[in-house]
T-cell receptor, first 116, second 115 residues
Framework: ETGVTQSPTHLIKTRGQQVTLRCSSQ?????VSWYQQALGQGPQFIFQ???????GRGNFPPRFSGLQFPNYSSELNVNALELDDSALYLC???????????????FGPGTRLTVL | AQKVTQAQTEISVVEKEDVTLDCVYE???????LFWYKQPPSGELVFLIR??????QNEISGRYSWNFQKSTSSFNFTITASQVVDSAVYFC????????????FGKGITLSVRP
């Protein structure tokens, strides 16, 4: 069983650029969530996707957007990058959360984004 | 609003010592879920344990145990006979019941286990 994978591992961008991060969910998981983790902080919830639709969003501006594909993989897009966007971006997948259970989320290794 | 507080920021112990990581949470929900995750230097968050708000039974799993006290909104995690490989950042997290998967994390506790 393949776990959650993310690409790329590291990325360096400059202010104002756009970036796309990718995530493949664990086999059998149809819900994907994205988190931003600044240095020395806990992860902050960006949004969740279920069956290709956004199904919950944290306190992030619209320039953070995402997609989920029919195979449940997902992308996180960030436009007009700012210095404060430098962080570790974590993707997590889980079984059907709409069942209302407290299923644990399984995290990928993350993408380290540096904005110069 | 939901909130998780991990008052300890850094803990250093010698191998084989027991160590307890504290977590206090705030929620108005009656049904919720609590988690502990471990983040080694590689960065990946590793799931350790989950607790449902309606089950206050405390358990032991190998070297890990946890103490869930609903009356004090605390969910403490203990590692018995710590090992160098336990060195990592440990996060406590809270999730509401329902469809939204949002986990609210604390700021984490950096645990260093010295040989």
């Amino acid at each position: 069983e393949t776990g959650v994978t993310q690409s790329p591992t590291h990325l360096i961008k400059t202010r104002g650029q756009q970036v796309t991060l990718r995530c493949s969910s664990q086999s059998g998981h149809n819900t994907v969530s994205w988190y931003q983790q600044a240095l020395g902080q806990g992860p902050q919830f960006i949004f969740q996707y279920y069956r290709e639709e956004e199904n919950g969003r944290g306190n992030f501006p619209p320039r953070f957007s995402g997609l989920q594909f029919p195979n449940y993989s997902s992308e996180l897009n960030v436009n007009a990058l700012e210095l404060d966007d430098s962080a570790l971006y974590l993707c997590a997948s889980s079984p059907n959360l709409l069942a209302g259970g407290g299923n644990e989320q399984f995290f990928g290794p993350g993408t380290r984004l540096t904005v110069l | 609003a939901q909130k998780v507080t991990q008052a300890q920021t850094e803990i250093s112990v010698v191998e084989k010592e027991d160590v307890t990581l504290d977590c206090v949470y705030e929620t108005r929900d009656t049904t919720y879920y609590l988690f502990w995750y471990k983040q080694p230097p590689s960065g990946e968050l590793v799931f350790l344990i989950r607790r449902n708000s309606f089950d206050e039974q405390n358990e032991i799993s190998g070297r890990y145990s946890w103490n869930f006290q609903k009356s004090t909104s605390s969910f403490n995690f203990t590692i018995t006979a710590s090992q160098v490989v336990d060195s990592a950042v440990y996060f406590c997290a809270l999730r509401r019941s329902g469809a939204n998967s949002k986990l609210t994390f604390g700021k984490g506790i950096t645990l260093s286990v010295r040989p």
